[in-house]
């Protein structure tokens, strides 16, 4: 099966013809500052914006960090942080993403504009299905072993491209049951989330393999710890690693890129593009 070239959020069809990107947008307490919520909301709201004029097609908010490690925050607090963002973003040009496991947080974030629920925990929450379908946003379904707080202690596979895409396949089975149709779909194999090294780079080489579920692959690969431990780099110093594996991820069929650095990361799909398209 083909994946199709497009995916329909909430009332907009996005092309998916050539691989494109999401900007990644924290709204977490590390980006609140000394001048408070209000002030570091109005700055994630012009990185936003910033995003949009590089080129973004998605910008994915996010209120509740996902790192190894973290730990949850509440749905009052998340809701705080995230819906005021995603309504001044809304009339933007790109779609907004909801980075969010609460089934609260999607409702609110569909009612604030949102077109797209990015949920690290693929829809598992009691009452997540059900929200995702009435919001008419789309939905990406990522793959996570364990939790964020202990994902990494031993993540273990006996193959992980089998069994990422096996738990992806029957959570895209989940959704249609539900009533979220296959156009609204995308997955995403969760790149360092439950994985190490070996399955990571694994997982990207045989992402192919994962296009055949027949829905649009995202991949985040952005300034990862695990790119760290292939370079030697600090995340501020993650820009080159990052670029080379947002190509490698294209060329193995990736349809969105989730990236910090978006106008570096739009100058290179545009390049895969051109070679690939034979323009
Ligand atoms: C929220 N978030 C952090 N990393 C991510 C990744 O790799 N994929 C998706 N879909 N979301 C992510």
Known sequence: MSEPLELQCAGRRVALATPCVMGVLNV?????????R?????????????????????????????????EPVSVAEELARVVPVVRALAASSAVISVDTSKPEVMRAAAEAGAGLINDVRALSAAGALEAARDSGCAVCLMHMQGEPRTMQREPHYADVTAEVGAFLGARLAACESAGIARRRLAID?????GKNAAHNLTLLRQL?????????????????????KLTGRDTGERLAGSLALAVIAALHGARIIRAHDVAATVDVLRVVAAVEGGG
Request: cysteine-free; proline content about 6%.
């Open 189 to 193: 194999p969760g790149f360092g989330f």
């Open 208 to 228: 192919r393999d994962l296009t055949r579920l027949g829905v649009p692959v995202l991949a985040g690969l952005s300034r990862k710890s695990w790119l760290g």
């Open 38 to 70: 209000y002030l570091a909301q109005q700055a994630a709201i012009e990185h936003g914006l910033r995003m949009v004029t590089e080129g973004a097609t998605f910008i994915d908010v996010g209120g509740e960090s996902t790192r190894p490690g973290a």
């Open 28 to 36: 977490t307490p590390d980006s609140f500052s000394d001048g408070g």
